[in-house]
């Protein structure tokens, strides 16, 4: 289940949760001093009424239970996101290498013209396990030839070249997503 629903089903099942601890019924009391006498007609009007407002507690706290069983049946039945359907990192760099915006399980870092390394937190990236999608930032139509692949088996090897074969790679800003391949 998304992160969103958990969060839902969480705030709904407190706020229900509340109210059913929270529902305290109100009884109507009645006092006695030593002498007094209450007839049956007043014991009747007396239980009946207390009766009546337990009954009307008990169904509300019915209502409130309802709504949790459901919201446990949403979340038994809800499916998950397949595996490597979310990313595991996404960022912007700018042309020199570093951060301008992204996930915070990474860093980065340029290791030459036009060739950068970013480093996800607990993966040792390979090209057969991950997917990694790499698109230069709007206005650096000189980058059209893409290139990635793995560092040492630890990063995301990222090379941006313009499109006269056999040119050197250019630093040039770009958006990058990885996922873990399915």
Same mark, same amino acid.
């Given at each position: 289940?998304?992160?969103?629903? !958990? %969060?839902?089903? @969480?705030? =709904? &099942?407190?706020?229900?949760? =509340?109210?059913?601890? /929270? *529902?305290?019924? &109100?009884?109507? @009391?009645?006092?006695?001093?030593?002498?007094?006498? %209450?007839? *049956?007609? #007043?014991?009747?009007?007396? =239980?009946?009424?207390? $009766? /009546?407002? @337990?009954?009307?507690? =008990?169904?509300?706290?019915?209502?409130?239970?309802?709504? %949790?069983?459901?919201? *446990?049946? %949403?979340? #038994? &039945?809800?499916?998950?996101?397949?595996? /490597?359907?979310l990313p595991l990192a996404f960022g912007s760099l700018n042309a020199d290498g570093s951060t301008a915006s992204g996930t915070q399980n990474f860093t980065a870092e340029k290791v030459s013209e036009g060739t950068y390394d970013i480093r996800i937190d607990g993966v040792a990236y390979n090209s057969a396990d991950y997917a990694t999608i790499i698109q230069p930032v709007a206005g650096n139509a000189h980058t059209q030839r893409i290139a990635t692949g793995s560092a040492s088996g630890q990063s995301v090897?990222?090379?941006?070249?313009?499109?006269?074969?056999?040119? *050197?790679?250019?630093?040039?800003? $770009? !958006?990058?997503?990885?996922y873990r391949a399915p």
């Open positions: 289940m998304n992160i969103r629903k !958990h %969060l839902l089903s @969480a705030a =709904l &099942t407190a706020a229900l949760s =509340l109210g059913v601890w /929270g *529902a305290a019924v &109100t009884f109507r @009391a009645a006092e006695f001093r030593p002498g007094d006498s %209450l007839s *049956a007609a #007043e014991l009747s009007g007396l =239980l009946n009424d207390n $009766f /009546g407002a @337990a009954r009307t507690q =008990l169904a509300e706290l019915q209502t409130r239970l309802a709504v %949790l069983e459901d919201i *446990a049946a %949403l979340e #038994e &039945t809800e499916p998950s996101a397949p595996a /490597g359907s090897r990222v090379r941006l070249f313009p499109p006269v074969d056999g040119s *050197a790679p250019v630093d040039t800003p $770009f !958006h990058f997503v990885v």
